[in-house]
């Protein structure tokens, strides 16, 4: 069967090929470089998506191209369609489409899903989601444009105020495994926090950080700033390691680390790629509803991915 990667041959998607070929999927590199794209693709050309769909089981949108019409192409050939996006917009418009798409697919929304939820089996309360992710990791131009389009934007929290990106910060006791320091984390609009406190009935909130404070710390300057943006940096200084932590209100928690968020990225991707070939869902289904984060203890571990209580 074929998978296709939109973006194939980008920062994330190169390797959601490799794994899925490692895998033995027969995945395929799509996008508008004829000489890295196994199919030559423009994604603004909806005809031309539509027919290169022919014979293909899945597709992963890893081009950062939110255009729900990819989404609604693919749900109506009856074709699961992936997207690794976190734009909190984006993803509720995913979760109109009559059809198979699975959202929450990768390290944030992906893995901190899974973390949460499995928190969340065994307290009933509120969970905080904390995402440290490696400044100095040259993480593709879709990510750094991502996080520099939260400054100055608004999100609701569960108490239903609105919350300002990249402010009230939180102190999060992180592991030792993780290579970070215990720091504070700001308050950040990652989609599945919206998505878990519906469905549980309970409030969980999501917190970003950098690896160095500096690097935090410039979050929140330019979030009261945001027409300093443009002389932000697209690269600080800093590592490529990242952790991700779920905790309760009790203090238990799970967490998740490794080094390089692109490939962490991935290897939840082609996990999910598999689950969804498998289970065939016939309606917008988030990646807590056909993973567990046991069932990807494994495969985390083979790629160097630690995993821990």
């Known amino acids: 069967m074929n998978v296709l990667v939109l973006g ?60 729900v019409r990819l989404a609604e192409v693919c749900a109506g050939r009856g074709i699961p369609f992936l997207d690794i996006s976190a734009t909190s917009a984006y993803v509720q418009s995913l979760e109109q489409v009559t059809g198979p798409v699975v959202l929450g697919v990768g390290l944030a929304p992906g893995l901190t899903t899974l973390l949460a939820v499995d928190v969340l089996s065994g307290h009933r309360g509120p969970v905080d989601i904390m995402i440290g992710l490696g400044s100095g990791e040259q993480h593709g131009a879709a990510a750094t444009a991502w996080t520099y389009g939260l400054l100055g934007q608004h999100f609701p929290d569960p108490d239903g105020t609105a919350i300002r990106n990249f402010t009230r910060p939180q102190r999060f006791e992180v592991p030792k495994e993780s290579g970070y320091k215990p720091a504070a984390a700001l308050r950040a ?52 390691k990242w952790v991700v932590l779920a905790r309760s209100s009790n203090s238990s928690a799970r967490w998740a680390a490794g080094r390089g968020q692109s490939v962490a990225t991935a290897v939840v991707t082609a996990a999910a790629v598999r689950a969804a070939v498998l289970r065939q869902p016939t309606a917008p289904t988030w990646i807590h509803e056909i993973l567990r984060i046991d069932d990807l203890r494994d495969t985390l571990r083979d790629n160097e991915i630690t995993l821990g209580h």
């Open 8 to 67: 194939g041959y980008g920062a994330v998607g190169e390797h959601v090929v490799r794994l899925l070929r490692a895998d033995g999927l027969s995945a395929l590199a799509a996008g508008r470089d004829p000489a890295r794209a196994d199919v030559v693709l423009d994604l603004s050309d909806i005809d031309s998506f539509a027919k290169a769909l022919d014979g293909v089981a899945a597709v992963v949108n890893c081009a950062g191209a939110e255009d």
């Open 189 to 240: 609009d990652f989609a599945d926090q919206h998505r878990l406190t519906r469905e549980f009935g309970v409030p969980v909130r999501t917190y970003l950080r950098m690896d160095t404070r500096l690097a935090t710390m410039g979050l929140t300057l330019l979030t009261k700033a945001p027409a300093l943006r443009a002389l932000a940096p697209k690269r600080m200084p800093g590592s490529d």
